[in-house]
Nanobody, 128 residues
Framework: QVQLVESGGGLVQAGESLRLSCAAS????????MAWFRQAPGKEREFVAA????????AYADSVKGRFTISRDNAKNTVYLQMNSLTLEDTAVYYC?????????????????????WGQGTQVTVSS
């Protein structure tokens, strides 16, 4: 069973950057589709970005497209989320998630219910 631990959150000013990391344990990490979701206070958890098991395909929410980049290093069992040009609306708890069950298309990897494994979350706060 894969376990996920996020890191890299913090407090930044609008316009600055952060890089989140998600370290996975377990031998089957490279077979998992991976994603980042986020949840702001009083709001539902929402999709941010996803990456296929090979890293060859990615998908982004419209709200972060062009500012955020998801990547993975299967040799290091790690997924990253590079976040640039952060805005106040990016403030949330960011969760790393893993989807087992073989290759899935990117449309499926946008869906919260496709994910079996979740990290504990890392807080990102953007101030003005």
């Amino acid at each position: 069973q894969v376990q996920l631990v996020e890191s890299g959150g913090g407090l930044v000013q609008a316009g600055e950057s952060l890089r989140l990391s998600c370290a996975a344990s377990g031998r089957t990490f490279s077979s998992y589709g991976m994603a980042w979701f986020r949840q702001a206070p009083g709001k539902e958890r929402e999709f941010v970005a996803a990456i296929s098991w090979s890293g060859g395909f990615t998908a982004y929410a419209d709200s972060v497209k062009g500012r955020f980049t998801i990547s993975r290093d299967n040799a290091k069992n790690t997924v990253y989320l590079q976040m640039n040009s952060l805005t106040l609306e990016d403030t949330a708890v960011y969760y790393c998630a893993g989807s087992a069950g073989g290759p899935k298309n990117m449309a499926r990897l946008r869906r919260l219910n496709e994910y079996d494994i979740w990290g504990q979350g890392t807080q990102v706060t953007v101030s003005s």
